[in-house]
């Protein structure tokens, strides 16, 4: 990520974030409230924050917020998800020890529209990449490829481990041993191409194009976003990360 779009981003959160709260003030101190809670507002769900987040709702500033609440609480993320026709299927909480363990778990087999492979992950962790590819991944497969994306294919989410890093294993332990993160590979499309990021990333023409954009935009739905660009550990794949410091590269 570019300084100037790294800048750009903030920007574009502070503005948002200022956005929601200048709406809040006024709606509440004007007797917004009523307006807002009931029944039948004529505010549409999408531009008020006391209503739930939905996948398929276009993205407005108050997005973030109705995000982060779905975030901190699971039974509202599972009904999201659920809502929006993901294959999220829930299993018992994982209690490893204090470094270890995936609390909010399930088994996830399919996003909005594409596939992959069963994987154990955080409603949290699926539920930023089913808005990752209803708003990022098919959009651009449809603009630059002309196509739908088929299937997702990952590397999996969880693993109690300590992060690796070009210079050997890490001290601090890893995103994957609490399924806070999922490696992606690669993707299968509707017309039968496949892409991997180890072959297509630095391949000139509109699969890398797609790839980058793609990589790109996640980091509008993760904190941490590390693709081929970071490092040789990640030639293969994206790493995407719900905490973290807000990094993309």
Same mark, same amino acid.
């Given at each position: 990520?570019?300084? $100037?779009?790294?800048?750009?981003?903030?920007?574009?959160?502070?503005? !948002?974030?200022?956005?929601?709260?200048? +709406?809040?003030?006024?709606?509440?101190?004007?007797?917004?409230?009523?307006?807002?809670?009931? =029944?039948?507002?004529?505010? =549409?769900?999408? &531009?008020?924050?006391?209503?739930?987040?939905?996948?398929?709702?276009?993205?407005?500033?108050?997005?973030?917020?109705?995000?982060?609440?779905?975030?901190?609480?699971?039974?509202?993320?599972?009904?999201?998800?659920?809502?929006?026709?993901?294959?999220?299927?829930?299993?018992?909480?994982? +209690?490893?020890?204090?470094?270890?363990?995936?609390?909010?778990?399930?088994?996830?087999?399919?996003?909005?529209?594409?596939?992959?492979? =069963?994987?154990?992950?955080?409603?949290?962790?699926?539920?930023?990449?089913?808005?990752?590819?209803?708003?990022?991944?098919?959009?651009?497969?449809?603009?630059?490829?002309?196509?739908?994306?088929?299937?997702?294919?990952?590397?999996? !989410?969880?693993?109690?481990? $300590?992060?690796?890093?070009?210079?050997?294993?890490?001290?601090? &332990?890893?995103?994957?041993?609490?399924?806070?993160?999922?490696?992606?590979?690669?993707?299968?499309?509707?017309?039968?191409?496949?892409?991997?990021?180890?072959?297509? &990333?630095?391949?000139?023409?509109?699969?890398?194009?797609?790839?980058?954009?793609?990589?790109?935009?996640?980091?509008?739905?993760?904190?941490?976003?590390?693709?081929?660009?970071?490092?040789?550990?990640?030639?293969?794949?994206?790493?995407?990360?719900?905490?973290?410091?807000?990094?993309?590269?």
């Amino acid at each position: 990520m570019t300084k $100037r779009t790294g800048r750009r981003r903030i920007l574009y959160l502070a503005a !948002s974030f200022l956005f929601t709260c200048l +709406v809040l003030l006024i709606l509440v101190g004007g007797g917004g409230w009523l307006l807002l809670s009931h =029944p039948k507002t004529p505010l =549409p769900a999408h &531009w008020n924050p006391l209503r739930d987040l939905s996948v398929a709702a276009p993205v407005t500033p108050i997005t973030g917020y109705q995000l982060n609440r779905a975030l901190a609480d699971d039974a509202q993320c599972r009904a999201v998800l659920s809502e929006a026709g993901v294959m999220f299927a829930p299993m018992e909480d994982l +209690v490893v020890d204090r470094n270890c363990g995936i609390s909010g778990r399930g088994e996830l087999s399919q996003l909005g529209t594409a596939r992959l492979a =069963p994987v154990e992950t955080r409603c949290t962790t699926a539920l930023r990449l089913v808005m990752w590819e209803h708003h990022v991944v098919q959009p651009a497969a449809r603009d630059v490829l002309a196509t739908k994306v088929h299937r997702i294919r990952h590397l999996g !989410s969880y693993n109690c481990r $300590r992060m690796r890093t070009a210079e050997g294993e890490n001290n601090r &332990w890893s995103s994957h041993a609490t399924a806070d993160s999922i490696d992606i590979t690669g993707l299968e499309l509707e017309d039968g191409r496949k892409l991997s990021l180890l072959h297509d &990333w630095a391949t000139p023409g509109p699969e890398a194009e797609f790839l980058h954009r793609i990589g790109q935009g996640a980091c509008n739905w993760f904190r941490v976003v590390l693709s081929p660009n970071f490092n040789r550990l990640h030639a293969d794949h994206f790493h995407l990360q719900g905490p973290g410091w807000g990094y993309c590269r």
